[in-house]
């Protein structure tokens, strides 16, 4: 028991330490779910293999490890970029007495990594989503994304389903950027964004895109890939 008290402590203190580096205003729930979930699996290899010792600096590199990772992809932020009425003249819904069902549609998805040429490793990237939707009266509005990151190795790095529909008055062009947070001892290489928009329970698209990791001179840089 008093192991298991010590281990609580060792994981409280490490996440409290990191969560206090955190610049104040900005969002930090993907860190600090990152940071703990690190920090508890060091902990516990490092306990396993040297005791308290052991869970104290185990706790603290897999909360630092955990710490990058909880960062790759922040809140997104919503705006709508064309009305109800623009978009629904440039999708005609179904004639009356149609035989198909009335149900969201989703027309124009789009996804772009922002800035096209570079930008200095350790500060960020946005990933920018845009998509046309026309929202029959009476149809509830259900639009989610997953997004995915793999590394040039094509292993995951980050993967993250963010729920649109608080953001989604009804038909329209909405567009949705969610900045990327890059470590600047991140690895070189093409790492890819796999991004897909469901709409209702169907698949309604699926964008790949990236980003490089270069180096030039002494300076290393990402560029859309």
């Known amino acids: 028991m008093r192991n298991q008290f010590r281990f609580l402590i060792v994981i409280f203190l490490i996440i409290s330490l990191l969560a206090g580096c955190s610049t104040t205003g900005e969002q930090t729930t993907g ?23 052991g869970a104290i600096v185990g706790g603290v590199i897999g909360a630092l490890a955990g710490f990058a990772v909880g960062w790759v992809i922040d809140d997104y932020q919503a705006k709508k970029t064309k009305t109800a009425d623009q978009v629904e003249k440039q999708y005609p819904a179904p004639t009356p007495g149609s035989a198909a069902p009335a149900e969201i549609a989703a027309h124009a998805y ?14 960020n990237v946005v990933i920018v989503t845009t998509f046309d939707l026309v929202v029959p009266k009476g149809v509830p509005v259900n639009v989610e994304e997953e997004r995915t990151i793999l590394k040039p190795d094509g292993s995951q790095l980050a993967k993250r389903r963010d729920v649109y529909n ?3 008055d009804g038909s329209g062009s909405y567009e949705f950027s969610s900045r990327v947070s890059v470590p600047k001892g991140i690895d070189e290489g093409y790492f890819s ?26 300076t290393h840089l990402i560029a859309k890939g």
């Open 166 to 168: 608080k953001d989604i």
């Open 193 to 218: 964004v796999v991004s897909t928009l469901y709409v209702g329970t169907k698949e309604a698209g699926t964008i790949n895109s990236s980003f490089h990791v270069v180096t030039v001179g002494n």
């Open 31 to 53: 860190r600090t779910v990152g940071t703990g979930a690190g920090a508890i699996a060091g902990a516990a290899i490092g306990a396993k293999k040297h005791g308290a010792t």
């Open 110 to 123: 789009n996804v772009k990594v922002i800035p096209s040429d570079k930008v200095v490793r350790g500060e």
